[in-house]
């Protein structure tokens, strides 16, 4: 007992299998997570590589492998499912494991990944990525049952065993994780405050709006942003340096999520990151990246400049967008591109948490000449990520303007389940944004 007057107890979170890592004072979002083109191809060609006698289903070899191997090719670019193998691959090749984890992860929701193939005559499974050559890491698929709870409270514990292993549990839809809630609460979400354990757990959540009715259509992304510790007051000195207890993304690019998957494992510390992932976007042909994205020297973008105005100096309004609805924005720009070029200027917010102070500060300088400033989204008003990006945004625009907000109004549930007005409020969204410049 009279030792323990002056007892002090000693951090042990970095020593072991954890030596060689820090604990961050400031996010890096910008890390070079770029591979040589050609080590992604072979990537690529591996990744639906199988052995002739083992006899993949026709439909896979036709709608899946020949067209994988076609892109990777001949270009020009590759769909979401091949970027996401990409970055399994070059990991792997790099030496980190790999845990993929959820219901039918192994097929995907959507029959977009098969990251493993089944033999048609003897039910054998195969993972080609297991098998790219050389040393590597290991790939393991765990296609889990319909308990959230354990399954996402086991990947933590993995998580927080060793930082060698990336841990990824994808819900089957986004929505699911409502069942997790107190994993992601006590452990996710705070776990290296309260006990200085880093997690480089990912979540990857399906999101968007498609018409299909309110379940299964929202991850509720703003109940991870309100557990994020990131300041309102983006303006303050204190702001400058963000040290965010985890990270929440919305990518539009194949060439987004890779660089976020590997920046997971290739930076000095852990964090958790939260993904609100495609579902319209894995087979949209305006969603592909070319492997120049991927190469050296590129990195994950927390924010996508405009690349519509044919004149920055001329824009009039800016339209702030995460997610899938910049393609319905762009697709209808292209179509009214007489009464809205160079006045209307698309930037997509790309990473939520921490906040992109400086990238947007950057993004906003070029359009010197604009009075108008609108956060544009499909979520409900009291839903999204409006209520987190409004003050934060508000405090970096320039003097005397203020954020306008576009979207759907408050509703208790996450959308209309009546198709024509779910269109209708589509449609309306879009015109707001662009009309009356």
């Known amino acids: 007992l009279a030792a323990s007057k002056d007892y002090v107890p000693q951090a042990d979170h970095l020593k072991g299998k954890w030596a060689g890592l820090t604990m961050a004072t400031e996010a890096v979002t910008t890390l070079d997570t770029g591979v040589p083109v050609e080590t992604l191809r072979e990537v690529g060609e591996k990744s639906v590589s199988v052995d002739p006698a083992f006899h993949v289903h026709s439909r896979l070899t036709k709608h899946h492998i020949q067209p994988r191997l076609k892109r990777l090719q001949d270009g020009p670019s590759v769909d979401w499912a091949t970027a996401e193998a990409l970055a399994f691959g070059t990991l792997l090749k790099e030496g980190f494991n790999i845990r993929l984890c959820g219901q039918d992860v192994g097929r995907g929701t959507f029959s977009q990944r098969h990251a493993m193939f089944v033999c048609q005559d003897t039910e054998n499974v195969y993972i080609p990525l297991n098998s790219i050559g050389g040393p590597q890491g290991k790939l393991e698929v765990a296609n889990s049952n319909l308990s959230e709870l354990a399954v996402l409270g086991f990947e933590y514990g993995v998580s927080i065993q060793s930082p060698n292993i990336l841990p990824i549990w994808e819900a089957q839809f986004g929505d699911f994780n409502n069942t997790a809630q107190v994993i992601i609460d006590t452990y996710i979400s705070s776990g290296e405050t309260k006990w200085l354990r880093q997690s480089s757990l990912v979540m990857l959540l399906p999101h968007g709006y498609d018409g299909a009715g309110p379940e299964h259509s929202s991850s509720r992304i703003e109940r991870f942003l309100q557990l994020c510790n990131t300041p309102l007051d983006m303006a303050a000195e204190s702001s400058q340096t963000q040290n965010p207890n985890m990270h929440v993304a919305i990518p539009t690019t194949p060439a987004q999520i890779f660089h976020l998957l590997r920046r997971q494992m290739q930076r000095n510390y852990r964090k958790p990151l939260v993904v609100a992932g495609p579902k319209t976007l894995l087979r949209l042909s305006a969603a592909t990246s070319p492997l120049e994205d991927m190469a050296p020297g590129t990195s994950f973008r927390p924010v996508l400049s405009d690349s519509l105005a044919d004149d920055p100096t001329k824009v009039k309004r800016v339209v702030f967008v995460s997610g899938k609805l910049y393609y319905d924005l762009a697709k209808a720009y292209a179509e009214r591109k007489d009464e809205v ?26 359009f010197p000449s604009a009075t108008e400033f609108t956060w544009c989204q499909e979520e409900t008003m009291n839903a999204g990520v409006y209520t987190f990006v409004q003050p934060r945004l508000q405090s970096i625009l320039p003097k005397g303007a203020v954020l306008k907000y576009i979207g759907r109004g408050p509703l208790a549930a996450p959308v209309t389940g009546i198709s024509n007005v779910y269109k209708a409020e589509q449609a309306q969204i879009v015109n707001d944004a662009l009309g009356g410049v």
């Open 341 to 366: 070029s160079s006045r209307i200027a698309i930037v997509r917010v790309e990473e939520i948490c921490p906040f992109p102070r400086s990238e947007l500060t950057r993004e906003m300088m070029r």
